[in-house]
């Protein structure tokens, strides 16, 4: 299996910009998170979900940003509007049931907005 | 709601030496596990531990090893003959077994070895 793959590994977008990251979790794997990291607040759970439908999405910041997860091996985190603050690494993470499984983590994407 | 505190935003040990990195947590479940990862400067996160904590039995991984104390709500860290390659940030995570499987990190450690 290739593991998780997230895309772009960098975007640079201007601020007022539409950015949509991509995520393709490990075939059967039936949770999926989304992670923000930044040097002051850490790793920080966006939103996750469970066979599709999102469980918990009060890790995300505002309205400007959204996730979907439209089938089992494809999701999407968009920020629309993008500001300068949203400039952090998106991880994005996958596992199989829950409990002591450990999550299988994507490369990241580094996003920069100017 | 369930919380992961990492007091030590830095730690720095000597190679060979032995280094506790400290991690607290809050939750009033009783079924839960808990994580040790590791993110070297590739930003890739690898997992080094995990307990069970319903386990009494601290867990071990070669030159990794826990404290667990379910009572304290602690579960810290030790690592033992310290490499060069276990310099890194480590992020200690909490998962719940209800309430959908959500993990949350602490803030993290981020550990030098000095040569």
């Known amino acids: 299996d290739a593991g998780v793959i997230q895309s772009p590994r960098h975007e640079v977008t201007e601020m007022g910009q539409e950015v949509t990251l991509r995520c393709k979790p490990i075939s059967g794997h039936d949770y999926l998170f989304w992670y923000r990291q930044t040097m002051m607040r850490g790793l920080e759970l966006l939103i996750y979900?469970?066979?599709?439908?999102?469980?918990?999405d009060s890790g995300m910041p505002e309205d400007r940003f959204s996730a979907k997860m439209p089938n089992a091996s494809f999701s999407t985190l968009k920020i629309q509007p993008s500001e300068p603050r949203d400039s952090a690494v998106y991880f994005c993470?996958?596992?199989?049931?829950?409990?002591?499984?450990?999550?299988?983590f994507g490369s990241g994407t580094q996003l920069s907005v100017l | 709601a369930q919380t992961v505190t990492q007091s030590q935003p830095e730690m720095s040990v000597q190679e060979a030496e032995t280094v506790t990195l400290s991690c607290t947590y809050d939750t009033s479940e009783s079924d839960y596990y808990l994580f040790w990862y590791k993110q070297p400067p590739s930003r890739q996160m690898i997992l080094v531990i995990r307990q069970e904590a319903y386990k009494q039995q601290n867990a071990t991984e070669n030159r990794f090893s826990v404290n667990f104390q379910k009572a304290a709500k602690s579960f810290s860290l030790k690592i033992s003959d310290s490499q060069l390659g276990d310099a890194a940030m480590y992020f200690c995570?909490?998962?719940?077994?209800?309430?959908?499987?959500?993990?949350?990190f602490g803030q993290g450690t981020e550990l030098s070895v000095k040569p």
């Open positions: 995570a909490y998962r719940s077994n209800n309430q959908g499987g959500k993990l949350i």
């Open positions: 993470a996958s596992s199989f049931r829950r409990g002591r499984e450990k999550l299988f």
């Open positions: 979900f469970n066979n599709n439908v999102p469980i918990d």
